[in-house]
């Protein structure tokens, strides 16, 4: 399996621009999650969706934030509009199982960078 | 809040060297995991432990469970360059609940 995969690797973008993250989770994996990560706060949880539905966004800083899962093997966090502060890298992770207490297998991430 | 610390923050040693990192909250933890995460990547599973005072070894690596749930450590023998990275541990505090991840500790070997 190729494991989770992320895209964009680097994005790099001006203050006000839209940016779409993409994830990919494990094929036949139920629950999927979206972590921001910082020097300052470290990893923390955004939304997390159980067979393709949201579950839990209050980590979700803001409404510029969205996130979707069309399907099981797709999502989307999507930023509109960007500011500075929004940069960090934003890894995706998928789990067999339903439920955050289950074994998570990350991407790589995507290094946001908001100029 | 729920609030999950790790210490220490860095920790620079030698080849060779023995090392542990602690997790502690004030919380008690329904099941804790330990990660490692290399630069670039993200983070990968080493354990999970569940029983109060349960002990899991891989390897080099040794984990303990407080007999409270409220604290574990990692104790690396013989550290070797190859275990430089971030060690993670993350918690989660009920039955469905989030897991939430504590800041980090950054380890170097050096040869």
């Known amino acids: 399996d190729a494991g989770v995969i992320q895209s964009p690797r680097h994005e790099v973008t001006e203050m006000g621009q839209e940016v779409t993250l993409r994830c990919k989770p494990i094929s036949g994996h139920n629950s999927l999650f979206w972590y921001r990560q910082t020097m300052m706060r470290g990893l923390e949880l955004l939304i997390y969706f159980n067979n393709n539905v949201p579950i839990d966004d209050s980590g979700m800083p803001e409404d510029r934030f969205s996130a979707k899962m069309p399907n099981a093997s797709f999502s989307t966090l999507k930023i509109q509009p960007s500011e500075p502060r929004d940069s960090a890298v934003y890894f995706c992770a998928s789990s067999p199982l339903t439920g955050a207490r289950e074994k998570l297998f990350f991407g790589s991430g995507t290094q946001l960078s908001v100029l | 809040t729920q609030l999950l610390e790790q210490s220490p923050q860095f920790l620079s040693i030698q080849e060779g060297e023995n090392l542990t990192v602690y997790c502690n909250s004030s919380?008690?933890?329904?099941?804790l995991q330990w990660y490692r995460q290399e630069p670039g990547e993200g983070p990968v599973l080493l354990v999970t432990?569940?029983?109060?005072?349960e002990v899991k070894k891989l390897k080099r690596l040794t984990f303990q469970f407080g007999d409270a749930r409220k604290d574990s450590s990692l104790h690396i023998t013989a550290a070797q360059p190859g275990d430089t990275g971030l060690y993670l541990c993350?918690?989660?505090?009920?039955?469905?609940?989030?897991?939430?991840f504590g800041q980090g500790t950054e380890l170097s070997v050096k040869p």
């Open positions: 919380s008690v933890f329904s099941s």
């Open positions: 993350a918690g989660v505090y009920n039955q469905g609940g989030k897991l939430i």
């Open positions: 432990v569940v029983t109060g005072g």
